[in-house]
C-alpha cells in the first residue's frame, strides 16, 4: 500500500450511503465496468465495486482515508446487540485441507479498533493471496491480541479417534482459543462462523462464560473474525511450507485431483506410514492412494 493507493472490503449495501457522502463532498460520479461507479474530485479518484471492494487513488488518497472518509461501524454480524463495545472474533483454517494442519485462531477487539482493522486492509481472506495474507498477520499480531491453537497433521491423526467428528473437534479447538482471550479481556460477544451444530460450542463455552455467543454464515464480514481467519489462514500456510520443504515435496491445498497426485508422489517417496505426518488421515481421499 502507498500513500497513492488505498483499497478496503466495505458492505455493498453502504453504497447509497457512501454515494451520499462524497455526492455533498462536490465529487462527480461516471460509469465503471463492474462498479457502483466511479467518484473524482479535486484529485482523489474513489471506484466502489460491486464485489464489495472500495479503491481510493490520487495524491493523498490514505490521509482522504484517514481524515474524511466516513467508514462505517463494521460490527457486522453483532448489530442485534446494543452497546457493544468489545468482543471476540474466531474463525479456522485447513478443515477441508487433506494435507497440513487445522488452525483455529481467536482476536480480540474493541470498538474503536475496527477503524485500524480497516486501514490495514483486513477483510476475507478468501480474496487474499498468500502473500498478502503474511504480510497482514504480521500487523495484526503486532498489534492485537489474539490467541492461536496449531494441531499439527501428526497430533490431529492421533487425537481424532476421539471426537470421531471433525466438527466436534472444531468446536474444542474453538473452545480453547475463545476462553483464553476470556481470561484477559472483558467482551461483549464472542462471534463466529456457523460450521455446525450451535450446541456444540455453546457447550464448549457454557462453563466458562456468560458471554454472548453469536455464530452466523459469512462471519467474516466482521472484522475481529475476518482477523482471525487471516491468523488462521497464515499459520496454516507456514506449516504447510514447512511440510513441504521437510519432505521436499510440493503439498498443495484443498482436496482436489492434484492433491491426490501429490499423495500418491508422496507415498512413493517416503512409504504409507509417514502419510500420518502431513495428512489427515480420516479424508475419504486416502482411498484414492
Same mark, same amino acid.
Given at each position: &500500500?502507498?500513500? =497513492?493507493?488505498?483499497? #478496503?472490503? &466495505?458492505?455493498? %449495501?453502504?453504497?447509497?450511503?457512501?454515494?451520499? /457522502?462524497? =455526492?455533498?463532498? %462536490? /465529487?462527480?460520479?461516471? #460509469?465503471? =465496468?463492474? !462498479?457502483?461507479?466511479? !467518484?473524482?474530485? !479535486? $484529485?482523489?479518484?474513489?471506484?466502489?465495486?460491486?464485489? $464489495?471492494?472500495l479503491v481510493i487513488? $490520487?495524491? $493523498? !488518497?490514505?490521509?482522504?482515508?484517514?481524515? /474524511?472518509?466516513?467508514?462505517?461501524?463494521?460490527?457486522? %454480524?453483532?448489530?442485534?446487540? #446494543? =452497546?457493544?463495545n468489545a468482543w471476540i472474533g474466531a474463525d479456522e483454517a485447513g478443515k477441508g485441507d487433506f494435507f497440513g494442519p487445522l488452525v483455529v485462531a481467536a482476536v480480540h477487539i474493541t470498538k474503536k479498533d475496527v477503524r485500524e482493522l480497516v486501514m490495514l486492509q483486513v477483510q476475507?481472506?478468501?480474496?487474499? #493471496?498468500d502473500k498478502k495474507i503474511t504480510q497482514i498477520a504480521e500487523k495484526i499480531r503486532q498489534k492485537f491480541d489474539y490467541a492461536l491453537k496449531i494441531i499439527e497433521p501428526g497430533e490431529y491423526n492421533r487425537i481424532y479417534p476421539q471426537y470421531n467428528n471433525l466438527n466436534k473437534l472444531l468446536a474444542r479447538a474453538h473452545g480453547e482459543v475463545i476462553s483464553r482471550l476470556l481470561k484477559k479481556h472483558t467482551s461483549d460477544a464472542v462471534l463466529i462462523d456457523k460450521f455446525a451444530d450451535e450446541s456444540l460450542i455453546e457447550n464448549e463455552l457454557r462453563s466458562k462464560t456468560r458471554t454472548k455467543l453469536v455464530q452466523?454464515?459469512?462471519?467474516?464480514i466482521n472484522p475481529a473474525v475476518a482477523a482471525a481467519a487471516i491468523l488462521a489462514r497464515s499459520s496454516f500456510v507456514e506449516v504447510l511450507t514447512r511440510i513441504s520443504q521437510k519432505y521436499n515435496i510440493v503439498l498443495p491445498k484443498g482436496a482436489s485431483e492434484q492433491v491426490v497426485s501429490s499423495g500418491k508422489e508422496f507415498v512413493r517417496a517416503h512409504g504409507k506410514s509417514k502419510l500420518e505426518n502431513v495428512a489427515k488421515l480420516h479424508f475419504k481421499t486416502v482411498n484414492k492412494l
Open positions: &500500500m502507498t500513500s =497513492n493507493v488505498f483499497s #478496503t472490503p &466495505m458492505d455493498a %449495501g453502504r453504497e447509497p450511503v457512501i454515494k451520499e /457522502f462524497l =455526492n455533498k463532498r %462536490g /465529487f462527480e460520479f461516471t #460509469t465503471v =465496468n463492474h !462498479a457502483f461507479w466511479k !467518484a473524482q474530485h !479535486a $484529485g482523489i479518484s474513489i471506484i466502489f465495486y460491486k464485489s $464489495g471492494k487513488q $490520487g495524491k $493523498g !488518497a490514505v490521509d482522504f482515508a484517514h481524515e /474524511f472518509l466516513e467508514i462505517p461501524d463494521q460490527n457486522q %454480524g453483532l448489530e442485534h446487540i #446494543t =452497546n457493544i476475507d481472506s478468501k480474496r487474499m #493471496t452466523i454464515e459469512r462471519a467474516e
